[in-house]
């Protein structure tokens, strides 16, 4: 027979804990005996244990248990009617302790509890809030913010846990996306430069999540996507901050270092100690590499790019631009848009992905006014074609022009509406 993972085993016998603190009286023998057993399960595992409920998932450090205990589940929604979203235990937890917690956590009083090696956490996540609508989505969108600043410094400083509190901001991304609130809205203002690296991460990362969404991936990999996309840009802070935020632009030896970015970034994520996903360290490193292989890091022969990348590269490229800096006249969403036009004409960003983001900003839809490569201007036609990027546009002067048939024709840029 097949030995049960050393984890699993704890998550059952902590289950078996709360459900027999349920069923008995405190200082029951069968309380105390759960107790031990789980004490020894954690201690067979050999490592703090972290768990949390984030949606209908269990997530135990950073993966989603495929069949949780039911008891374990009970117990988290224990928990979370006491305001916390997950707790970490040490392995060398003592059963007085965690049954004192469990204690704690049955009566939902955990406002005060200490006990040494068991802490239990709020992650200050609100996801499915209210409902759609401008308010509503800045405020989620706000809400996200300080559990993005603590997961990244988290992951900057290789502290573990960092994965986890990173992982919860993806879900409730995704929460968000699923009840149709209109997270991408508050994104789409322009910004300051304040607190750039994670309005950027979050930013990135919500624009990639809802593109991975509508592409209809599984929700895994929709999840690994958004995690990866807000782990982006870890390795800048490797960066000096002198050159992280100087004002104007960067000279050549200041940019040879900020490309060392992805570098870092992919070293960082191989070197953490929690167990992350591979693509993760992939889409660091690969985010500014084009389509063509072009971009840095530089490399030797054109390396094949993963489609993740790719699409983290268009929600990146996105919110790069529209990124207000001093020494740069701010771009407004469609100009914006037109840029990353050129750069997938020029090989450099993912078409497909370039396509599906056109249709959650609402650009190129049908009644769009364009101007063609020839100068001519235009508005794309109702019918819908076979490629959002290539549409069948009618010219001023009558002419119906599908540019998915054309090769020397296409939208240069994008006028007002
Ligand atoms: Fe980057
Ligand atoms: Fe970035």
């Known amino acids: 027979m097949r030995r049960r993972d050393p984890v699993d085993q704890f998550l059952r016998d902590l289950g078996n804990l709360f459900r027999a603190r349920r069923m008995y009286p405190s200082g029951n023998e069968q309380v105390t005996r759960a107790a031990r057993k789980a004490v ?3 201690a067979a595992v050999g490592d703090q244990v972290r768990i949390a409920r984030i949606g209908d998932d269990l997530v135990v450090e950073d993966r989603i248990v495929p069949d949780p205990p039911a008891a374990v589940l009970a117990l988290l929604d224990a928990l979370s009617s006491a305001g916390r979203e997950g707790a970490q235990f040490d392995p060398d937890t003592r059963p007085g302790d965690l049954s ?8 939902g009083q955990l ?3 200490a006990a040494a090696g068991i802490r239990t956490g709020s992650l200050h996540l609100t996801a499915n809030q209210g409902s759609a609508g401008m308010v509503d989505a800045a405020a989620g969108y706000l809400s996200l913010m300080p559990g993005v600043r603590d997961a990244l410094s988290d992951l900057a400083e290789e502290r573990s846990g960092g994965l986890v509190r990173a992982r919860e901001i993806v879900r409730a991304i995704a929460g968000q996306l699923a009840t149709g609130e209109m997270l991408m809205n508050p994104i789409r203002g322009l910004k300051t430069h304040d607190d750039y690296t994670f309005t950027h991460a979050l930013n990135v990362c919500v624009i990639a999540s809802a593109i991975a969404r509508s592409m209809g991936l599984h929700r895994g990999l929709t999840d690994t996507v958004g995690l990866a996309a807000l782990c982006h840009d870890v390795g800048k802070e490797k960066i000096p901050p002198e050159i992280l935020n100087k004002e104007g632009a960067l000279d050549a030896r200041e940019k040879a270092i900020m490309d060392q970015h992805p570098l870092h970034g992919a070293a960082l994520l191989l070197r953490l100690p ?3 996903d591979p693509l ?3 889409v660091a490193y690969q985010h500014h590499l084009g389509t063509d292989g072009s971009g840095y890091p530089a490399r030797p022969s054109a390396p094949r790019i993963h489609p993740a990348s790719l699409l983290v590269a268009v929600a990146d490229t996105y919110d790069a631009l529209r990124t207000v800096r001093s020494y740069q006249r701010p771009v407004s969403e469609r100009e914006a848009f037109a840029i990353m036009l050129r750069r997938w004409r020029q090989g450099k960003l993912h078409g497909e992905f370039l396509g599906v983001f056109a249709d959650l900003l609402g ?7 364009v101007t063609l490569s020839d100068g001519r201007d235009a508005f794309v036609a109702p019918v819908r074609g076979p490629d ?12 119906t022009v599908p540019l998915a048939t054309c090769t020397d024709l296409w939208v240069e840029t994008l006028g007002e509406p």
């Not at 650009?363 to 006014?369: A, F, K, N, T």
């Not at 959002?388 to 002419?399: F, M, N």
């Open 363 to 369: 650009v190129l839809q049908p009644g769009d006014p």
């Open 111 to 113: 406002d005060g509890f």
């Open 388 to 399: 959002p990027l290539r549409p069948t546009v009618r010219t001023r002067d009558g002419e």
């Open 40 to 42: 020894d399960a954690l």
């Open 100 to 107: 004192a917690w469990v204690e704690r956590v049955v009566a």
């Open 274 to 276: 929690d167990r992350i």
């Open 280 to 282: 993760l360290p992939v």
